[in-house]
């Protein structure tokens, strides 16, 4: 979204998704660029995974 809104674009978003509604944040530190997401939380899945 930020890349596509151009140099001006908020460091701030809510997005409307199936399951509600999310808070976007970018956030410039030393290393890069980071997303932090916020919002509902729903487990969907519970099991054990075995590799190999």
Do not use: K
Request: hydrophobic share 45%.
């Amino acid at each position: 979204m930020r890349y596509w809104a151009g140099a001006g674009a908020p460091d701030e978003w809510i997005v409307q998704v199936p399951g509600g509604v999310v808070g976007v944040r970018m956030q410039v530190q030393g290393d890069g660029e980071h997303v932090l997401l916020s919002g509902p939380g729903e487990l969907v899945f519970d099991g054990v995974l075995s590799l190999g």
